[in-house]
């Protein structure tokens, strides 16, 4: 007998982006621009009640996004960061040990951690040729034991998003006995007209749940607040199995304030949208193999230089996130950083 479960063992680490000081930091897909001044002030007021319990439902906030979002207050759940609504809904699909969750891969590293420790199996399809979900193939993975199926759009860490029309289709093939959970963490940098927007799909599809978050757009990364659109059992589910007070006073407050000061915030986002195509376009003419991307972030398939990459990178003052033998995941940034980095990059292709 072990004290421990010993699967943990094999538990995969969620590998965090590097902080090093003085170096330029690319690697967590994070906005360089601090919070908002009002968002500030208003993180600065709510921790004077910081003696108090936060309110367990998220009334406020809630009823904020409801509004914000043009959903029902009982079609939206409010969690610690995206990826605690992801474990949440792993939790609450997932019992027996032989249940599946379905995602692509590459995609975003917390889905096999949170698998895992839901007790539950996972079940991979790779992305194809240009780095995009292959939703055909992951609808044919989906079977008997299937209770979750993950899609990221854009995804983390290659970049393109899902047609709407794509996803449609395979909402259709996948039926409404599975939870279809659209990922949609960078949703605010996404201009394809094309590319799926999930709150228009809830009302039709009462297996789809889209998550969304405050951390990376709305530059609260730090403060740890996403939420949740779906249908009302789904989400009375994702509360129940959230850990008590998981959004904390200031959060809260933070989430609110943003969506207050949303229009500003989303507008400080045009110059990332436009360096993008600047920053892809350049690693392109460099050589690179580089997927077109409506997040922000680029990915660079560099195979087995991925970590060599990196090093080189790191020896140039950016901190870049490697997936080693695979790519490079690179932050889109403000101009000036990303010229350090289209440096480095032309460094190591010359
Ligand atoms: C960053 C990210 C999230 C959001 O994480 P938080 O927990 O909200 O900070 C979720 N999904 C994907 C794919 C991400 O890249």
């Known amino acids: 007998m072990s004290l421990i479960r010993a699967d943990l063992d094999t538990l995969p680490a969620y590998v965090p982006g590097r902080t090093v000081p003085g170096a330029i930091k690319l690697a967590s897909n994070e906005v360089a621009l601090p919070p908002a001044a009002a968002v500030l002030d208003a993180i600065a007021a709510a921790a ?10 998220a009334v406020s906030l809630t009823e904020r996004l409801a509004h914000f979002c043009g959903v029902d207050a009982e079609r939206i759940a409010v969690g610690c960061g995206s990826v605690s609504l992801c474990q949440q809904l792993v939790n609450s ?35 194809d040729g240009e780095f995009r979900h292959d939703l055909d193939a992951m609808a044919a993975a989906v079977g008997p034991n299937t209770r979750l199926v993950f899609v990221c ?100 407050a933070a989430a609110i304030a943003s969506i207050d000061h949303s229009a500003e915030l989303m507008a400080d986002l045009a110059p990332i949208v436009e360096e993008r195509t600047r920053v892809r376009e350049g690693l392109l003419a460099a050589g690179f193999t580089v997927p077109v991307t409506q997040s922000n972030f680029v990915w660079l398939a560099l195979g087995d230089a991925a970590a060599p990459f990196a090093a080189h990178c790191m020896d140039h003052k950016v901190v870049v996130r490697p997936f080693a033998g695979d790519g490079v995941r690179v932050t889109v940034s403000h101009s000036e950083e990303n010229d350090a980095f289209l440096a480095a990059a032309r460094a190591f292709a010359g």
């Open 48 to 57: 004077h009640g910081g003696n108090r319990y936060p309110d367990l439902a």
């Open 93 to 127: 699909t997932c019992r027996e040990t032989t249940d599946e969750v379905v995602f692509a891969w590459r995609s975003f590293e917390a889905y096999p951690i949170v698998t895992q420790i839901g007790g539950a199996v996972q079940r991979t399809v790779p992305l």
């Open 153 to 252: 759009s854009p995804n983390n860490p290659t970049g393109p998003a899902v047609t709407d029309a794509e996803f449609r289709r395979f909402l259709a093939a996948v039926g409404p006995d599975v939870v279809v959970a659209l990922d949609e963490a960078y949703f605010e940098f996404v201009t394809d007209p094309d590319a799926v927007n999930g709150r228009t799909l809830i009302d039709e599809h009462p297996n789809l749940v889209v998550l969304r978050t405050f951390s990376k757009a709305y530059r609260l990364a730090g403060f740890r607040v996403g939420y949740a659109l779906g249908a009302p059992p789904v989400i009375e589910a994702l509360r129940k199995v959230c850990a008590p007070f998981s959004v904390s006073v200031p959060a809260q």
